[in-house]
């Protein structure tokens, strides 16, 4: 059974930085694409980035990229999220997923399995 395991969220200023990270198990962490979504208050949840499992090709939202870096370490089962330059806008509770489809700009496709996700609160 997959398990997933977010953390790494918190309360930051406007403009600052964290990173997510995702320990993974219950499945072969390294057959697995991997994304990375968030869900606003009130709003649908959206795909941020996804790595893909085969060469490690990073994809990112709009809204988020040259500010966000995904990377995987597959020998720790372990898939992080680098943010920067955060704004109130990517205030939200930030999930991982393995998946098996393809990754369109920043969402990751064939996803069957959610973490319990970690809050992000940019807010001054």
């Known amino acids: 059974q997959a398990q997933l395991v977010e953390s790494g969220g918190g309360l930051v200023q406007p403009g600052g930085s964290l990173k997510l990270s995702c320990a993974v198990s219950?499945?072969?962490?390294?057959?697995?694409?991997l994304g990375w979504f968030r869900q606003a208050p009130g709003k649908e949840r959206e795909g941020v980035s996804c790595?893909?499992?085969?060469?490690?090709?990073?994809y990112y939202a709009d809204s988020v990229r040259g500010r966000f870096t995904i990377s995987r370490d597959n020998a720790k089962n372990t898939v992080y999220l680098q943010m920067n330059s955060l704004g109130p806008e990517d205030t939200g509770v930030y999930y991982c997923?393995?998946?098996?489809?393809?990754?369109?700009?920043?969402?990751?496709?064939?996803?069957?399995?959610w973490g319990q996700g970690t809050l992000v609160t940019v807010s001054s």
């Open positions: 790595i893909s499992r085969s060469d490690g090709s990073a």
């Open positions: 997923a393995p998946g098996t489809g393809l990754c369109i700009k920043g969402k990751l496709y064939g996803v069957d399995a």
């Open positions: 219950g499945f072969p962490f390294d057959y697995y694409s």
